[in-house]
């Protein structure tokens, strides 16, 4: 390499800088929606928190909340019965908590639901 190709080469390098990948375009957008249903799974999982029963909580997790349906993970056959047969005030005590609930579905511990 010669020097006039160098510094042509450093030249052409400088003022170039990595393109800013989250400002702007698309991956900011799925950044934003992935932060904003991140935010609104935790606010979810502090209400149920409150809401459920402390025996409960070691055995239920809180897997999302899209499109206004409340997915809640049990790792136990009988609770998942008592939680499903409470559902409806359950619904009603967690809606007052969290915006936009218009359904709650409890779902096994180990099935593909579970692990969204």
């Not at 019965?81 to 579905?105: E, F, M, W």
Request: aromatic share 6%; with cysteine; charged share 25%.
């Amino acid at each position: 390499m010669t020097e006039r190709q160098f510094r042509h080469m450093v030249d052409n390098r400088r003022g170039r800088g990595p393109a800013p990948l989250f400002t702007e375009g698309r991956l900011a957008s799925v950044v934003r929606h992935g932060a904003a249903a991140c935010a609104r799974r935790d606010d979810a999982a502090e209400a149920w928190a409150r809401a459920a029963e402390p025996d409960w909580l070691a055995d239920t997790r809180v897997v999302g909340l899209a499109g206004g349906l409340l997915l809640i993970a049990v790792g136990n056959a009988t609770l998942l019965y008592d939680l499903t047969q409470r559902a409806p005030g359950l619904h009603r005590q967690l809606s007052r908590c969290i915006g936009g609930v218009s359904r709650i579905k409890f779902v096994p511990a180990g099935s593909p639901q579970a692990e969204a």
